[in-house]
């Protein structure tokens, strides 16, 4: 089962998204959360799979209770739910190491699918959105590209194929289709990426990317 706590000071938002995710066999709302404070002690508690996390909320919001699950001993894997005009925040909060974000008209299969996506191991680079948002709010700065062009001298020609796959928003099957693996060979050369890279996850590898101007 996948674990699973919902966090949004919107109680109607919140009754929404269990309604959702408890049509699914494999996933198991644990608890809900109000503000960021309550989510923070719920996920030390807990130890939840996957927290989706609202970032606009009363009192501790979710960008700073984002940055603390990040910092747990346990830390569970966040996705920020969003609306589009909070896009900065959300590009900070990826850095941060929160693993993609849902908008929050995001429809029910989708919602499922996202939730399982994520726990699988991939972030949410996928929906179109996603990609627009780090092209967005990739830093262009000449430093900032030769900077990140230089962490990225580690990665064999092979690697930066899948790392550049990965920025433009594939999943590990849509990249080994499109560059002719078998979908383990993709995941084994993503652990690579990230270890070489010293990135928390697919989303910093990405923005990586994004920064030096491969994607």
Do not use: C
């Not at 609306?83 to 989708?110: C, I, M, N, S």
């Not at 062009?149 to 690697?159: F, G, P, Q, T, Y």
Request: glycine residues 8%.
């Amino acid at each position: 089962m996948i674990r699973t706590v919902l966090v949004d000071d919107e109680q109607l938002v919140r009754s929404g998204l269990r309604m959702i995710l408890d049509a699914a066999e494999d996933i198991e709302v644990v608890g809900e959360a109000g503000d960021g404070d309550e989510a923070l002690a719920l996920a030390e508690r807990l130890e939840p799979d996957v927290v989706l996390l609202d970032i606009r909320m009363p009192g501790t919001d979710g960008l700073t209770a984002a940055a603390g699950m990040a910092a747990l001993p346990r830390a569970p894997k966040v996705v920020l739910l969003t609306t589009f005009d909070l896009d900065e925040y959300v590009h900070r909060a990826l850095r941060a190491g929160a693993v993609g974000f849902l908008l929050k008209d995001t429809p029910p299969r989708d919602l499922i699918g996202a939730v399982r996506t994520i726990e699988d191991g991939n972030a949410m680079l996928a929906p179109s959105i996603t990609k627009r948002m780090l092209e967005r709010f990739s830093v262009s700065a000449t430093s900032t590209a030769a900077d990140a062009a230089r962490r990225l001298e580690v990665l064999s020609d092979r690697e930066r194929d899948v790392l550049v796959a990965v920025a433009r928003g594939m999943s590990n099957a849509e990249a080994g289709r499109s560059l002719g693996m078998r979908e383990a060979t993709v995941k084994a050369h993503v652990s690579n990426i990230l270890g070489k890279l010293d990135a928390g996850n697919r989303v910093q590898a990405a923005i990586l990317a994004h920064d030096a101007g491969w994607a």
